[in-house]
């Protein structure tokens, strides 16, 4: 089996990133996603390397998977914890190890970073990524999560 490689993701990656996330949302909650918003919503991640970065997951020489850091600041930890977002990997590569990859790769970078720990929410049907979490040492925690979802502004 070829090695999975992980790099930190380009503005070059953009287009395949976008479309991972309009499929990633298709996929598991049926959403269609506005395709300006989210090509803007991408590039913003480059813009800003506050918000967070991407990574890409490349096997055999092609992209097939990405996810998205962004932080959130524990004052009870005096830390950022990272949270994984935006996962997805083509249908193609699925069950080789790409999510495993990008994990592990996240996870290093996290520690050298001096994170206080990764966090990352899942849909409560998606029973496979829950299991895929848990094989990898992920705990569910005890919150539930609630949004409020305001327009999109132009």
Known sequence: MSKIIVRAATRADQAHIAAWNAAMAWETEAKRLDPETLERGVLAIFDEPRRGFYLV?????????????????????????????????????????????????????????????LRLYVETENERAQA??????????????????????S
């Open 57 to 117: 997951a490349e096997h055999e020489g092609r992209p097939v998977g990405c996810l998205m850091v962004t932080y959130e600041w524990s004052d009870w930890r005096c830390g950022d914890f990272w949270w994984i977002q935006s996962v997805y990997v083509v249908e193609s590569a699925r069950r080789l190890g790409v999510f495993r990859a990008l994990y592990e790769d996240v996870a290093r970078r996290a520690k050298a970073a001096h994170a206080v720990g």
């Open 132 to 153: 895929t979490y848990d094989g990898l040492g992920m705990k569910r925690c005890h919150y539930f999560m609630y949004e409020t979802e305001f327009p999109l502004q």
